[in-house]
């Protein structure tokens, strides 16, 4: 046959998220007691993505309308916006009356990323960027295709499994004014090991004296100890005056996934300089997908804008963030009784849907092949992904393949 141009034999094969094509592995394993820990989905106790009910009752009012979908505008739905500015930064909080904060709703909390490294980039062409080590994989991708050079600042000791503060802050003074650096405000992915009020008080002291652009991934708001208190990071740069970005996502808080509900926003030193930041965020959406999916935010907006249903919400949320450390619990105890000679506790003093065990990476594949349970090469675990039926074989499994 006729031989077609051959042009586009320059492109390589993409190697793949390794995540996704353990999903394909997972799917494809016929034992009935096979266990999935290694996505960040957040599950039921009966091992399903969970509708919650506030949720559904805002789709029900949100499909009562007879309106033609519209282009929303290059900054997504306004009164989503307005809603996650309230919940990002405190309803009463004097930067939002000031008018110096400016929000933007982006494709899921990637979108947000991708639009502030963007925004970012284009400003502050000499920068570095910095990430924690180990931190999600995507955080360097999206940094590095907005063109950053990415390296790490110290956050993990992996001897000790958990949080290496000290190093942490050396790493963090010792980087030139202006570095772009990603900070987890709450439940650390992949680690979850967090920083206390007191230990972030000084990050914050640093990142303001030092001149860092920090910019805030928050994808887990109310996952760790709270709506609130999990938003603390934010609100302490917030007092200390500084500017700063901040990306949040409602995949998991409203088990939207597919909806890609995220927002970006900037706190500026004052309201002149926040309307120039929102046009920046707005020609960096023109100039990649226009604008925002309207039907998840339209959900969200419903949900956060009405007192009874946000009321339910916030209740249901509690109950998925307690479930998580009863799970982790319950992990606990079980490898405790398994292997009374080994310090766990590491994983009680880690926070949301993540625990993080080095110790077992090296065990990924007998964990797979002996015991049907899936964790990824890092040794991340899905600590979500636990229910009552399947924690104590988990326990049983870990131990196992340690002993």
């Not at 809603?83 to 909390?109: K, M, S």
């Not at 002291?205 to 994808?219: K, T």
């Not at 709270?226 to 998991?252: E, H, I, P, Q, T």
């Not at 077992?360 to 015991?371: G, Y």
Request: with cysteine; charged share 20%.
């Amino acid at each position: 046959g006729a031989k077609g141009m051959l042009l586009f034999n320059v492109l390589s094969a993409y190697a793949g998220d390794p995540i996704l094509s353990m999903q394909l592995a997972y799917r494809d394993d016929a034992r009935p007691e096979k266990t999935n820990l290694s996505i960040g989905l957040y599950y039921d106790d009966q091992g399903r993505i969970p509708r919650l009910s506030s949720v559904q009752q805002a789709r029900e009012r949100v499909l009562r309308s007879t309106d033609p979908s519209m282009y929303l505008p290059m900054s997504g739905n306004p009164a989503y916006c307005k809603a996650t500015q309230a919940l990002v930064f405190g309803a009463d909080a004097p930067a939002l009356h000031e008018g110096r904060v400016a929000t933007i709703q982006t494709v899921g909390g990637s979108g947000a990323l991708k639009v502030g490294a963007d925004v970012l980039r284009k400003f502050f062409p000499g920068a570095q960027a910095r990430i924690s080590d180990p931190s999600w994989d995507n955080h360097r991708a999206i940094l590095e295709g907005a063109g950053f050079v990415v390296e790490t600042y110290p956050y993990f000791n992996r001897d000790t499994q958990r949080l290496d503060f000290d190093r942490m802050l050396a790493g963090l003074k010792a980087l030139p004014q202006e570095t772009v650096v990603l900070f987890h405000p709450s439940c650390h992915n992949p680690t979850g090991a967090d920083l206390s009020q007191a230990q972030w008080d000084q990050v914050v002291d640093i990142v303001v004296s030092r001149r860092l652009i920090a910019f805030l991934d928050m994808a887990y708001q109310g996952f760790g100890d709270g709506l609130d208190d999990d938003a603390y990071l934010v609100r302490a740069l917030v007092c200390a005056n500084a500017s700063f970005l901040v990306a949040n996502s409602y995949s998991k808080t409203f088990s939207l996934y597919g909806e890609r509900c995220g927002s970006l926003s900037m706190v500026c030193a004052n309201a002149d300089e926040a309307g120039r930041a929102l046009g920046q965020m707005q020609q960096a959406v023109r100039r990649n997908y226009s604008s925002p999916p309207a039907f998840g935010a339209s959900l969200v907006e419903t949900v956060l804008n009405d007192a009874e249903l946000a009321a339910l919400w916030r209740s249901e949320l509690a109950e998925m963030r307690t479930r998580i450390q009863t799970m982790r619990s319950r992990l606990y105890e079980g490898l405790c009784a398994q292997q009374p000679g080994v310090d766990w506790a590491f994983l009680m003093a880690q926070k949301g849907m993540f625990g993080y065990a080095p110790v077992l990476a090296q065990h990924m594949m007998r964990l797979r092949n002996e015991h049907a349970v899936y964790i990824i090469e890092s040794g991340r675990i899905c600590v979500a992904g636990l229910n009552d039926a399947n924690v104590d074989r988990v326990a049983y499994a870990f131990a196992a393949v340690l002993k």
